[in-house]
T-cell receptor, first 111, second 115 residues
Framework: GENVEQHPSTLSVQEGDSAVIKCTYSDSASNYFPWYKQELGKRPQLIIDIRSNVGEKKDQRIAVTLNKTAKHFSLHITETQPEDSAVYFCAASNTGNQFYFGTGTSLTVIP | GAVVSQHPSRVICKSGTSVKIECRSLDFQATTMFWYRQFPKQSLMLMATSNEGSKATYEQGVEKDKFLINHASLTLSTLTVTSAHPEDSSFYIC???????????FGQGTRLTVV
């Protein structure tokens, strides 16, 4: 099956700085890559996603890049704010049939 | 976005008893539902994938006789933890997707504590 690796496991940044989280996947058939934000004790919330026919997608302060050849994708958060503090998960999916998650990154934005 | 409701949000049961967790898609038809287990400060581990009207596909290492999954309708899937033991204590989350969309939407999770 698919194996998704995520780095770093913890990340601390000063408010206003950028944060980057990277993921790699193993299954070349994966074609959908969502990113989720999970606050403590709550459900994961989809924040951005990208499909394999696109190399980059941006939504305000959040962007995702995908390199299909290298099988890696990254989440970029610019102008970080304290409310961005949470655990972020990347995932890889093959047309929505199965979702495999990375190990998560605990992001702390220091005011 | 689509709404997925999971019930109960918290349950405490005695060792040896069975617990049923429900996952409902409220405003869309979920052709596929996923069940995950999440340990504290860890990622979501996919346990099984269920398609409406067919048997669930379990991930390697997940006991199908212990974690019974039923997806009897397009809006409801259930996970039954049979003969629960303390090591089954965990956070269980479902998610659902439709045939027309690849996004998966999550339920709020169920905190299971086996005493």
């Amino acid at each position: 099956g698919e194996n998704v690796e995520q780095h770093p496991s913890t990340l601390s940044v000063q408010e206003g700085d950028s944060a980057v989280i990277k993921c790699t996947y193993s299954d070349s058939a994966s074609n959908y890559f969502p990113w989720y934000k999970q606050e403590l004790g709550k459900r994961p919330q989809l924040i951005i996603d990208i499909r394999s026919n696109v190399g980059e997608k941006k939504d305000q302060r959040i962007a995702v890049t995908l390199n299909k050849t290298a099988k890696h994708f990254s989440l970029h958060i610019t102008e970080t704010q304290p409310e961005d503090s949470a655990v972020y998960f990347c995932a890889a999916s093959n047309t929505g049939n199965q979702f495999y998650f990375g190990t998560g990154t605990s992001l702390t934005v220091i005011p | 976005g689509a709404v997925v409701s999971q019930h109960p949000s918290r349950v405490i049961c005695k060792s040896g008893t069975s617990v049923k967790i429900e996952c409902r898609s409220l405003d869309f038809q979920a052709t596929t539902m996923f069940w995950y287990r999440q340990f504290p400060k860890q990622s979501l581990m996919l346990m099984a994938t269920s398609n409406e009207g067919s048997k669930a596909t379990y991930e390697q290492g997940v006991e199908k006789d212990k974690f019974l999954i039923n997806h009897a309708s397009l809006t409801l899937s259930t996970l039954t933890v049979t003969s629960a033991h303390p090591e089954d204590s965990s956070f269980y989350i479902c998610s659902a997707s439709t045939g027309g969309r690849t996004e998966a939407f999550f339920g709020q999770g169920t905190r299971l504590t086996v005493v």
